[in-house]
């Protein structure tokens, strides 16, 4: 059972004049931002002060809100997730980021603690986890599942480096980003468009994305890139 911690900047009470910590949201889905919304107002001590579908609107939003942690998805149209975590981690240095995502904490919690976010949740998670990643956070803690912290923590102790798992894992951030595009059914030219890069630099990631997960063609490339994104980007073995 994960236990949930009194935040430093969080008041467990409600009341006239008790301050609450406040949430900004960046999610693409409305429905998800309703939903995290309805379930963060209803916890003692802490309230949304916004919320965006993009992370340009984030960085406007949050620069007016003023929040004490900010919830990002992965996925997001234009600039990715990991991306809006490094803007707002050079913006912001003391704001704390949690990724609330679908994708698979195996191949994507580490690049984003890498990033700069202090945690990592999926979205099939009960609602006490999520309350409980948030309160962890905004303490100043990091947060992640018992799984990815005992991984992490044993790999610490035994001084190794991280083997990875699959091609997948030797992907850089961006490279995991276009091969995401590429499997939802997207042109190189769509993807240089949403991600303000040259078709000849989408091309460039394309070949390299070829040549780590030792695909013979594009063919193969879209295909493998389709299957996984339809698996919903859990597969870790050979995609």
């Keep these: 059972m994960i236990m949930v911690e009194a935040a430093q900047n969080s008041v467990q009470e409600t009341g006239p004049g008790v301050e609450k910590s406040r949430i900004y949201i960046v999610d693409d889905h409305a429905m998800f931002r309703e939903g995290l919304r309805q ?7 802490l309230t949304v002060c916004g919320d965006a579908a993009t992370a340009g609107e984030a960085m406007a939003g949050i620069r007016a809100s003023n929040p004490n ?9 234009g600039v990715s997730g990991l991306d809006l975590i ?42 006490k986890t999520v309350r ?15 799984k990815m912290s005992a991984g992490m923590l044993n790999r610490l102790m035994r001084g190794e480096t991280h083997p990875p798992k699959s091609p997948l894992e ?7 980003e276009v091969f ?7 042109s190189s030219r769509q993807i240089a468009e949403e991600l303000t ?4 630099t989408i091309n460039s990631f394309r070949n390299r994305i070829k040549e780590k997960l030792q695909l ?7 295909l493998h890139a389709a299957e996984w994104v339809r698996d919903g980007d859990s597969s870790i073995g050979k995609p």
Excluded: C, W
């Design 39 to 45: 379930l963060i107002e209803r916890e003692p001590g």
């Design 69 to 77: 942690v900010v919830l990002v998805d992965i996925s997001l149209a």
């Design 86 to 127: 490094k803007e707002i981690r050079a913006e912001f240095d003391d704001l704390p980021v949690l990724v609330v995502s679908m994708h698979d904490e195996s191949l994507y919690a580490e690049r984003a603690l890498r990033a700069g976010a202090m945690g990592y949740v999926m979205k099939h998670e009960p609602a």
């Design 132 to 146: 409980a990643a948030i309160r962890k956070v905004l303490g100043g803690d990091l947060y992640l599942s018992e």
């Design 170 to 176: 030797t992907l850089s951030d961006r490279e995991l």
């Design 180 to 186: 995401r595009m590429l499997g939802q059914g997207k």
């Design 197 to 200: 890069l040259t078709i000849a």
């Design 216 to 222: 013979k063609n594009s063919t193969e490339l879209l």
